[in-house]
């Protein structure tokens, strides 16, 4: 996804809001990680990575503060 953004300079997966969703998928691809390797650094399941990235409404508040908690600070 980097190199697809790297070609047409600009982020093509961002949707522009400040949306938790949007901000793991553009820290994910700014930073060339894969959710697995996103996961074990938080220390979640992958699963959950997915299931946020498409906006799942069902992710517990505490997990989703963990979550935008490491992004914000790394």
């Given at each position: 996804m980097k190199k697809v953004n790297d070609f047409l300079e600009y982020n093509f997966w961002d949707d522009g809001t400040k949306s938790l969703s949007n901000l793991v998928k553009c820290y994910r691809i700014e930073?060339?990680?894969?959710?697995?390797?996103?996961?074990?650094?938080?220390?979640?399941?992958?699963h959950t990575i997915e299931r946020l990235e498409k906006d799942y409404r069902y992710i517990s508040t505490d997990m989703k503060l963990?979550?935008?908690n490491f992004i914000l600070l790394n």
């Open positions: 930073n060339k990680i894969a959710k697995a390797t996103l996961s074990e650094l938080i220390g979640i399941s992958t963990l979550i935008k």
